[in-house]
Nanobody, 124 residues
C-alpha cells in the first residue's frame, strides 16, 4: 500500500507558476511509476504527466507539453509537477497517482494509489 499526499496548490494569475509536490509513504517509492492527473470543474479526471520509477522517462498530455515538467526525487519519496505559463483552463483539482506496473500510464484506471488532490486556480 502507498499513501500519497499532494501539496503546493493555490491561486495564481495567468502566466504564473506553481510547483506541486506529492509525498509518498508506505512502500518502496523507487519502484512505483507515478503520474499526475487533474479534474477541471464539471469535467472528468484526465492525464497530465507520468514518470517511470527511476525518472528516466516521462510522458505528457499535449495540453501541457512544454509548460509542465514532472520529476521525482526517490531519496525524498517525492514526485513534483512544475507548472509554468499557467492558463485559466489549467484550473482543476490536481491528483498524484502511483502504479506498480508499466503500460497504460495515461489511463487513471491503471493506477492503484491516489492522493486526496490539491486545488489549483488560475485567474485571468
Amino acid at each position: 500500500q502507498v499513501q500519497l499526499v499532494e501539496s503546493g496548490g493555490g491561486l495564481v494569475q495567468a502566466g504564473g507558476s506553481l510547483k506541486l509536490s506529492c509525498a509518498a509513504s508506505g512502500r518502496s517509492f523507487s519502484r512505483t511509476i507515478m503520474g499526475w492527473f487533474r479534474r477541471p470543474p464539471g469535467k472528468e479526471r484526465n492525464f497530465i504527466a507520468s514518470i517511470n520509477s527511476i525518472g528516466s522517462a516521462t510522458n505528457y498530455a499535449e495540453s501541457v507539453k512544454g509548460r509542465f515538467t514532472i520529476s521525482r526525487d526517490n531519496a525524498k519519496n517525492t514526485v513534483y509537477l512544475q507548472m509554468n505559463s499557467l492558463k485559466p483552463e489549467d484550473t482543476a483539482v490536481y491528483y498524484c497517482a502511483g502504479k506498480d506496473y508499466g503500460g497504460g500510464t495515461i489511463y487513471p484506471g491503471t493506477y492503484a494509489y491516489w492522493g486526496q488532490g490539491t486545488q489549483v486556480t488560475v485567474s485571468s
